[in-house]
């Protein structure tokens, strides 16, 4: 039975779907934004990195979830390869760039 797809869902279409999909500024991991969003200052920041206030969170906070919620549960790696890893790839992000941090 042949796949199904959408109709005139082509690769055209996909590539313009996914041009608004970029990274967190605070975690670097990929998020899709709707044209809204990218109007709006809230739209650098992912859900996990933001209060209920839309506060960017601390940079232990941001650090401790992109550790366990991404690296150790979604890539399957140890804590400390996840810790390394989190802190390279935060280190070159626009939010931490300059931070100083206790991680």
Same mark, same amino acid.
């Given at each position: @039975?042949?796949?199904?797809?959408?109709?005139?869902?082509?690769?055209?279409?996909? +590539?313009? *779907?996914?041009?608004?999909?970029?990274?967190? @500024?605070?975690?670097?991991?990929? @998020?899709?934004?709707?044209? +809204?969003?990218?109007?709006? /200052?809230?739209?650098?920041?992912?859900?996990?990195?933001?209060?209920?206030?839309?506060?960017?969170?601390?940079? #232990? *906070?941001?650090?401790?979830?992109?550790?366990?919620?991404?690296?150790?549960?979604?890539?399957? @790696?140890?804590?400390? /390869?996840? *810790?390394?890893?989190?802190?390279?790839?935060?280190?070159?992000?626009?939010?931490?760039? #300059?931070? *100083?941090?206790?991680?």
């Amino acid at each position: @039975m042949p796949k199904k797809t959408r109709p005139g869902h082509s690769a055209e279409v996909a +590539r313009q *779907e996914l041009k608004d999909v970029v990274g967190c @500024m605070s975690c670097g991991l990929p @998020m899709k934004r709707t044209q +809204r969003e990218v109007a709006s /200052e809230l739209a650098d920041l992912c859900p996990s990195c933001v209060d209920k206030s839309g506060h960017l969170k601390s940079y #232990d *906070e941001v650090f401790e979830g992109l550790v366990t919620k991404h690296y150790m549960k979604k890539e399957s @790696m140890s804590r400390s /390869e996840a *810790e390394k890893v989190a802190r390279q790839r935060m280190s070159e992000l626009p939010a931490w760039k #300059d931070a *100083e941090t206790s991680t």
